[in-house]
């Protein structure tokens, strides 16, 4: 069992920055990757950045140059700094860890969420 808790959320105004954290706990035996999504009201859950074990990130074209993500060690926990904010990245904000729970297995887990609102 594996849970997935993400922190950081809230609401600003264009132009502002937020951090969102990221942790995962459990049966974790290594982490392979861990991401950030986002799903906007009536639109489908995308893709926002990524980061793997070895410190490689990947980001959407839409947030490249204003979001960051990082973290403190191998594993846990990580970070998405979210700066020049825009109306359209008022979302709920997942976090995905992708982990093996042994030396073979890979699987992934999913956050609760965390709403980030920003007003115009």
């Known amino acids: 069992q594996v849970q997935v808790v993400e922190s950081g959320g809230g609401s600003v105004q264009a132009g502002g920055s937020l951090k969102l954290s990221c942790a995962a706990s459990?049966?974790?035996?290594?982490?392979?990757?861990m991401g950030w999504y986002r799903q906007a009201a009536g639109k489908q859950r995308e893709w926002v950045a990524s980061i793997t074990a070895g410190g490689i990130t990947n980001y959407a074209d839409s947030v490249k140059g204003r979001f960051t993500i990082s973290r403190d060690n191998a594993k846990n926990p990580v970070y998405l700094q979210m700066n020049s904010l825009k109306p359209e990245d008022s979302a709920v904000y997942y976090c995905n860890a992708r982990y093996y729970s042994d030396s073979y297995t890979l699987d992934d887990s999913w956050g609760q969420g965390t709403q980030v609102t920003v007003s115009s």
């Open positions: 459990g049966n974790i035996f290594s982490i392979n990757a």
